[in-house]
């Protein structure tokens, strides 16, 4: 079966697909011999009849080696980790060097904002002078020498997967879990990986708003990842809050730094170690998960996260010694305006996509690809669940650019925010998935 149509024809009809099929289909993909039409009808019979386990790794693996595949000849395990996605969440930025830390090698290839969430390249870019878009021979020399480097995919890096993204964002077919899956795992796998660990995040701030939804997802990533040759385990995470109090590129990047420069208990912390844990049990730099997360939060207690985020920076262009002076390097918004409470209670519930939006529309994310990130605005100091406040306090702090987004970022915080009765605190890891 060679041709496109016969695929389609046969995913139709729930017959048997040969791998060989979907490595046809994904070379037509990156190199346009498969026509839009033809993208978007599989596409649709891929979210209305599915994948098998195996139709599924065969187009992961397909779409992985439609372009170049990383390998790396390095005396220590190439590790990576992704998220799935949330609202004040920068765990990349610590965890990434905490592994280099602790002897892994981290090649790690992310992605911009998307939607409502944050993007760890925008964050990057909040960096003066980081650059996250190096050719592949930089990109390995970077990683051989500091055994960390933080990039976007080069445009030889899973290809099919740029094109049938693309077809289905026009087609209404982004939540096939299927398509999910492969669109994740190509990119990632493409990078060489020895281990991945993925946060899989459920709540009013994810994409996977229930757990049985973010459980489906962690189960096919992990299932898929571990048939295409890749140890893989997932922990599903709450975000039905933000994960640090502050929303926006740089205003997250310096919730990291304070994090580096004076370790704190908080749940950036506690999820960074528990997905670092994992990842180096797995692949044999811890013994047991415990060990690993204790390594991990000994590497940034001791300053060595420090040292290797420093480094990365540096090598990636940024300042010499941006970890000693971020607070005057970061950019900072002209106009910050406090958000007091409207009523005493509790902070009970975060409608976490409405906050996330709130902070795209101040200029911190994208309505549409090519709009203009501005690494200065957002908002800090947002009050955990169950925080109780009387009327007139301060809830958070609005960074804009212009005086008159405060009042509409004003109006959009608030409508976000429930206050009332005394909320249930959710559980910050909820399981893992092996």
Not at 28 to 47: I, P
Not at 139 to 167: C, E, M, Q, W
Request: hydrophobic content about 45%; overall charge negative; charged content about 20%.
């Amino acid at each position: 079966m060679s041709d496109t149509r016969a695929l389609l024809t046969a995913l139709r009809e729930g017959e048997a697909v040969a791998p060989e099929a979907f490595k046809g289909f994904a070379s037509g993909l990156a190199d346009s011999s498969v026509s839009d039409a033809q993208a978007g009808a599989f596409a649709m019979v891929a979210l209305l009849k599915g994948l098998t386990r195996e139709q599924r790794v065969a187009l992961t693996l397909a779409m992985r080696d439609s372009g170049d595949v990383l390998n790396w000849q390095l005396d220590r395990p190439v590790l990576d980790k992704h998220s799935t996605g949330g609202i004040g969440d920068c765990v990349s930025l610590l965890l990434a060097p905490a592994l280099a830390a602790c002897g892994a090698a981290v090649p790690m290839v992310s992605g911009r904002g998307l939607g409502h969430t944050g993007g760890t390249l925008d964050k990057l870019e909040a960096i003066p002078g980081f650059k996250t878009g190096l050719d592949e021979a930089e990109f390995k020399r970077i990683v051989t020498k500091g055994h960390l480097a933080i990039v976007s995919a080069s445009a030889n890096i899973a290809p099919a997967d740029k094109r049938l993204y693309a077809i289905r964002d026009v087609t209404a077919t982004v939540e096939s879990l299927d398509l999910i899956t492969a669109s994740i795992l190509s990119k990632k796998l493409a990078a060489g990986l020895g281990g991945l660990v993925l946060d899989v995040k459920t709540g009013s701030g994810a994409f996977m708003k229930t757990r049985k939804d973010a459980r489906d997802l962690a189960q096919s990533l992990v299932n898929t990842a571990n048939a295409a040759g890749c140890r893989t385990s997932a922990l599903v995470t709450d975000m039905s809050q933000p994960l640090v109090p502050s929303l926006g590129n740089a205003l997250e990047v310096a919730e990291v730094m304070r994090m580096l420069k004076d370790p704190k208990d908080s749940p950036l912390l506690s999820i960074s170690a528990a997905l670092g844990g994992v990842v180096l049990s797995d692949s044999g730099l811890s013994d047991t998960p415990q060990t690993g997360a204790e390594a991990i939060i000994n590497a940034v207690q001791s300053g060595q996260a420090a040292e290797a985020f420093g480094r990365m920076v540096h090598a990636q262009g940024g300042p010499v010694r941006f970890v000693e002076n971020w607070q005057r390097l970061l950019p900072e918004a002209n106009n910050i305006r406090e958000l007091r409470a409207p009523e005493a209670g509790y902070i009970s519930a975060y409608a976490g996509e409405a906050l996330g939006l709130a902070v795209v529309h101040l200029g911190g994310g994208r309505s549409v690809e090519t709009d203009k990130v501005d690494p200065a605005v957002g908002l800090t100091e947002l009050l955990p669940l169950g925080t109780y406040v009387n009327k007139g306090d301060p809830i958070a702090r609005i960074h804009a650019s212009r005086a008159d987004q405060t009042k509409q970022a004003e109006a959009a915080v608030l409508h976000s925010i429930t206050i009332g009765e005394r909320p249930e605190i959710p559980t910050l890891i909820y399981e893992r998935v092996s």
